[in-house]
């Protein structure tokens, strides 16, 4: 059996009155990401980690940010897109662990959910979608509330 392992990165700016999407649920916060699309960091980083799997470039070289059929789209609409790719291509997931870095809100309680509506989409179990969650101690971007971050690893492999 053949595997590939792929990362992703993603960050956005935090602005008040903004919806905050992250893992494919809205979260009720003062502030949220800012972005062409929902801005849902945390799918960014799992379609790049999926794409860099498999050597298909990353997420912005397939859905622009100059693309207006693009904006405001639900990244769990791009990230459908991306398991297509992966597909064609003849691999499955095998499992993602990503890594979110903000200060406020506390995401534990929605971490569940979120496992659940990312697995349906990338056709695998809720246990093999690994979310956590930290902060930055206060510094930097993140850490001043400004921004949040992401990062996700992905292990594909060839379907037989």
Same mark, same amino acid.
Request: proline share 3%; net charge negative; glycine share 8%.
């Given at each position: ?81 991306? *398991?297509?790719? @992966?597909?064609? +291509?003849?691999?499955? $997931?095998?499992?993602? !662990?990503?890594? /979110? ?12 959910? *979120?496992?659940? @509506?990312?697995? +349906?989409?990338?056709? $695998?179990?809720?246990? !093999?979608?690994? /979310? ?15 921004? @949040? ?12």
């Amino acid at each position: 059996m053949k595997f590939r392992i792929g990362q992703g990165y993603d960050v956005h700016q935090l602005a008040e009155n903004h919806p905050f999407w992250l893992g494919g649920i809205q979260i009720e916060h003062t502030h949220g990401a800012v972005g062409h699309s929902d801005a849902d960091v945390l799918i960014h980083a799992i379609c790049d980690a999926l794409l860099g799997a498999l050597a298909l470039r990353d997420i912005g070289y397939h859905f622009s940010n100059k693309d207006p059929k693009y904006k405001g789209i639900d990244s769990k609409k791009l990230l459908a897109e991306v *398991m297509v790719k @992966i597909e064609e +291509k003849g691999y499955a $997931v095998g499992n993602v !662990d990503a890594m /979110i870095c903000l200060e406020a809100p506390k995401i534990n309680p929605f971490i569940p959910q *979120m496992q659940e @509506i990312l697995a +349906k989409i990338m056709k $695998v179990e809720s246990e !093999d979608v690994s /979310i956590k969650a930290t902060t930055s101690e206060t510094l930097g971007f993140v850490g001043r509330r400004e921004g @949040i971050t992401a990062t996700a690893v992905a292990l594909v492999y060839k379907k037989d």
